[in-house]
């Protein structure tokens, strides 16, 4: 029951921040270029990503043996992870832009009025193309980690509901406010998904080990229990080089 | 071959990012680990910890390395 609450919990954090991203995107299109181009755009971009986690989905639980798996889908989700926190860690040390749904909205707004106007078969294909890139590119990180999360603790059924949960209310916050979900805590939730893929990754990637051939297997002491402790660790980890590089940076700004 | 470049950037773009420092380092902690689990015989807890302790070194040293001029 906790394993299965866990997984919920996580596909639908991390899925969640991505589906705020998408509706800044698709929020953009649809007020200055027409809802009709925007909703066919997600709805495309829907149908695409639909069919892109069918195939990947069945081509690395049908291929791979399950430890390769195990170890594969670790290491992919250990970059992905890390790639997240170290953004996070750059933002909390002052390095790297916050990101801002309102900035993001304002650009896209912006780009999106000065681009020509035209219209074939009653839909804008600026519109279009720009909110089933903006839709497909959140997606595909939903997907990945969905299926990641999904294989490796063998429910993505679970997974799936976790990240479709997420967007059923980003889409109805989005529909009832008409505005960018510009109060959520989204680099907070990023620094959180970060350290979550980052500590999952680290567990299962370790755990892969075993599929190497001829080499005798990897095992975290306390099983399951020590991504807790892998979390800790990150978290620390990350505390400490948000220090570091923010009063590097600090005295960078002196000397300069 | 364009469309194939493209499907290639995207793939690299989701997985490697913008920092292709936090892959290698990832790979170079896991293909130490691999040869430690191929050829000795630590204990599977001991090489768990091992190669833990190697991914958070390796990321360090990237952040660091990656923040220099910044």
Redesign the interface.
Known sequence: MGETVGLLVATFVAAFVEFVEALTIVLAMGVTRGWRSALAGTVAAVLALAAFTSVLGYALATWLPRTALQLVVG??L???G??WL?KA??RS?G?KALHDEDAEFRERTEAAGAAPRRRRFGIDPFGFVVSLKGVFLEG??VV?IVITFGLNANDVPIAVVGAAAAGVVVITLGAALHQPLTRVPENTLKYGVGLMLASFG?FW???G??A??????????GGDWSILG?IA??FG?SRL?IAV?AK??EM?EVVS | MTALRAIGRFCYD??????WK??A???LA?VV??VL??VT?IP??A???V??VL??ST??A??VI??RK?
């Open positions: 290491i992919l250990l970059i992905f890390l790639q170290r860690i750059l040390a390095l595909t990180e990945f680290t990637s370790v755990e080990l075993s190497v051939d001829g080499g005798h297997p990897a095992a975290w002491p892998l660790i990150w980890l080089l590089l590097r940076r960078a | 989701l997985v490697i990012g913008d920092d936090i892959a380092a990832v790979l896991l680990g691999a689990a191929a015989t599977a807890v090489l768990a910890i190669v833990g991914l958070l990321f360090t990237a952040m990656g923040t910044q």
